[in-house]
């Protein structure tokens, strides 16, 4: 049957209270518990799944109706009580995953179900115990707090009121000046609100480590690895991994900003000059956001049917909420609402480049949620978070072709910058990688020895970046503005993993278009039936982790960077 769409304005707010989630869990538990086949586990399983998708739905709608207004009191107090609930519902899914695992005719379950979910389960239940169910509630606490800080941030810029996605756009202006007052008006408040933020991460740290304590890890890194389901690859892989990184794309890396900076005639580049491509200015979108996403409802249109379809779903029942606005929590992400199968996404548009990428990056989420929506399982419908983001970042490049609508007579320009901050991009994530783990390795350090290694990380893979004018950042502090540090631990290097799959679908697409879109398409339909590394093998995909693939991939993209005449620009 297929379900009726329905608009998001018209999804019915819920907010589940304790009773009601606990009185169903437990009946749910209870069908589950008598069962004494895999023919009736399977009934409990399909039912316990049900309600799966209507809790689902109810939780991603709170927390968007939250993100989107953040001041709201209602919405506050609604997220509020499922920060609170959310480890109750840990604890059921605990009990679940143990009686799945523990059943008696599990082999047989394996046959219906294959073996990675119950290595999923396995995994998971290592990373829970109802005895850190008190820090549980407590991080998610801080990490909405967190948000709030960030999303109420209101700074005085030129007369106006700006939140920091729209003062993004002030830092990467043509005028030198412009970019440095942006840079210090952030600086400044960044600078106030240092020691708030810098509690609330100490706080944080304090309590992931107590809880892998608590469930016998040495200390939280193993337990950060389990929680985001990575069962095919470890730290050890991670750091060879950064290695690579840093002595095959570091090097490169600080050509390109010596370049670009000899481009821009200054001297003594500070960290804001490098957001400026070019003289002439960055490219930036010619029309507003109803434009871009008339555009890309376009692009969708031409690149195949299923996108077309997927792309006037979305908009047809409003499920993009793009501009920035004061009181709208920082960055972008892109939900699923189980119950009416939709995708949703949230941006903060600012009037830059970014608008268009970031739009591309999130509809190849919410494409991605769209195709496996049919997935019955639902743990194998969406992989884990590195694999994900080659849906989006390779989306990214899949825009090529088209950004001549988006920027007109700059698409060149666009086109450069977007692949060289890509390239650019792979050095800042292993320094938010590198730096977690350091973290979660010395629990006890303190805020300024956090803000020290930092810096020192800093000056090892980015060692162009310069704070003179800008003192708090000058101490080490710009990790305070990368939410991932906060809401989900060690979720980053995911970002740099996911890049360089993505370069291979951008050289394959250069080549043959038909052959990379297909490829991508089965890809992205594979969902989450296989951990990282097999997904990557099942669709004869290079493997990053592997010596010498960074290597090869960063050639051909360097050759494609110096086959754009750049005096043009
Ligand atoms: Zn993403």
């Keep these: 049957m297929k379900t009726p769409e329905i608009k998001f304005s018209q999804y019915p707010f819920i907010v589940p209270t304790e009773k009601r989630v606990t009185n169903k869990l437990d009946k749910l538990i209870g069908e589950l518990k008598e069962c004494g086949s895999p023919k009736t586990a ?20 709170i927390y968007v109706k939250y993100s989107v207004d953040t001041k709201n009191v209602a919405y ?10 959310s480890p109750l519902i840990s604890k059921y899914s605990n009990i679940y995953e143990k009686m799945m695992v523990k059943a008696s005719f599990r082999k047989d379950l394996e046959k219906i ?12 239940l290592k990373a829970f115990d109802e005895k850190i169910m008190p820090e549980l509630a407590q991080e998610n606490k801080l990490v909405s707090q967190y948000d709030a ?8 810029f030129r007369g106006e009121v700006l939140n920091l996605s729209q003062l993004g756009k002030y830092m990467q202006d043509k005028d030198r000046d412009t970019r440095k007052e942006a840079a210090q008006a952030m600086d400044k408040w960044l600078g106030e609100h240092e020691k708030e933020i810098g ?25 950060g690895y389990l929680r985001l389901g990575r069962i095919d690859y470890n730290a050890k892989m991670v750091k060879k991994y950064r290695e690579q990184i840093a002595t095959e794309v570091v090097p490169v890396c600080q050509k390109l900003y010596k370049q670009q900076m000899k481009g821009l005639k200054i001297k003594n580049p500070q960290y804001y000059d490098y957001n400026l491509t070019f003289a002439s200015g960055n490219a930036n979108p010619i029309g507003d956001v109803n434009y871009i996403v008339d555009q890309t409802k376009a692009m969708f249109t ?3 049917s299923e996108s077309q379809t997927f792309i006037n779903f979305m908009v047809d029942n409003e499920l993009l909420d793009l501009v920035a606005r004061q009181g709208k929590a920082p960055g ?13 996404i949230f941006a903060n548009f600012n009037g830059t480049a970014d608008d268009v990428f970031t739009l591309a990056h999130e509809c190849g989420h919410a494409f991605q949620a769209y195709l496996c929506s049919n997935i019955k399982i639902p743990e194998y419908q969406n992989p884990t978070l590195e694999s994900c983001e080659i849906h989006s970042m390779s989306m990214e490049f899949f825009a090529w072709p088209y950004l001549e609508k988006f920027f007109g007579a700059q698409n060149e320009k666009a086109q450069f910058t977007h692949l060289k901050g890509a390239i650019e991009f792979l050095p800042y994530g292993i320094s938010v990688d590198e730096f977690q783990h350091w973290v979660y390795e010395h629990p006890t350090a303190t805020h300024e020895e956090r803000c020290a290694i930092w810096r020192d990380i800093e000056n090892r893979y980015t060692p162009h970046k310069k704070y003179d004018d800008t003192p708090t950042l000058a101490k080490g502090t710009y990790w305070m503005r990368q939410s991932h540090i906060f809401g989900t631990p060690f979720y980053y290097i995911d970002y740099t993993l996911a890049q360089v799959v993505a370069f291979e679908f951008f050289l394959l697409d250069r080549k043959n278009h038909e052959k990379a879109w297909k490829k991508y398409v089965k890809f992205t339909k594979c969902g989450g039936k296989y951990p990282f590394v097999e997904l990557l093998e099942k669709n004869h995909l290079k493997n990053p982790f592997e010596d010498g693939t960074i290597h090869k991939i960063i050639g051909p993209l360097v050759k494609v960077l110096k086959g754009f005449d750049q005096s043009k620009f």
């Design 42 to 61: 399977s009934v409990a399983v399909r039912h316990w799944n049900k309600y799966g998708e209507e809790l689902g739905t109810e939780l991603s709608l």
């Design 76 to 85: 506050k107090k609604a997220q509020e009580r499922m920060d609170e609930l």
């Design 113 to 124: 179900y294959g073996k990675y979910l119950f290595k999923m389960y396995d995994s998971s």
């Design 149 to 156: 800080v960030l999303g109420g941030a209101q700074i005085n």
């Design 199 to 223: 509690d609330i991460y100490s706080q944080l740290v304090t309590l992931r480590d107590q809880m892998a304590k608590k469930l016998g890890f040495k200390n939280f890194t193993e337990l």
């Design 302 to 304: 031409t690149l195949s």
């Design 332 to 344: 972008g992400y892109c939900t699923y609402f189980p119950l009416y199968k939709s995708p949703f």
